[in-house]
């Protein structure tokens, strides 16, 4: 069985940059079945619905929603198992709980992924990103 722990959030400034973890617990062949799907990093605003960041495949194809595009990179390293986002040029807009998840279908990634949470197996708790001045 696989978990995933978010870390790495916090209070920055407009402008500013974090990055975020996401730690996956469990053994090596278990987190191969997910690392070999899609894994994913979505948002969710107070009072608003969750939404799709980024994507990263088995290969490390990434896609990215519109508003994050340029300046948040998704990565991974699999020998750590451990996914990541970088934010940069952060924006008030962007404050919200962020939350890492992944799925082992090796399909999910190739459609449109970031407008579906539910199709994700697995997810973290979240860790908090607040952008204000």
């Known amino acids: 069985q696989v978990q995933l722990v978010e870390s790495g959030g916090g209070s920055v400034q407009p402008g500013g940059s974090l990055t975020l973890s996401c730690a996956a617990s469990?053994?090596?062949?278990?987190?191969?079945?997910?690392?070999?799907?899609?894994m994913a990093w979505f948002r969710q605003a107070p009072g608003k619905e969750r939404e799709g960041v980024a994507t990263?495949?088995?290969?490390?194809?990434?896609s990215y929603a519109d508003s994050v595009q340029g300046r948040f990179t998704i990565s991974k390293d699999n020998a750590k198992k451990t996914l990541y986002l970088q934010l940069n040029t952060l924006k008030p807009e962007d404050t919200a709980v962020y939350y890492c998840?992944?799925?082992?279908?090796?399909?999910?990634?190739?459609?449109?992924?970031?407008?579906?949470?539910?199709?994700?197996?697995?997810w973290g708790r979240g860790t908090q990103v607040s952008v204000s001045s």
């Open positions: 998840a992944a799925d082992s279908s090796p399909f999910l990634c190739l459609r449109n992924a970031l407008a579906e949470p539910k199709s994700f197996g697995i």
């Open positions: 990263i495949d088995s290969v490390g194809t990434t």
């Open positions: 469990g053994d090596t062949y278990s987190y191969g079945s997910y690392s070999s799907g899609c």
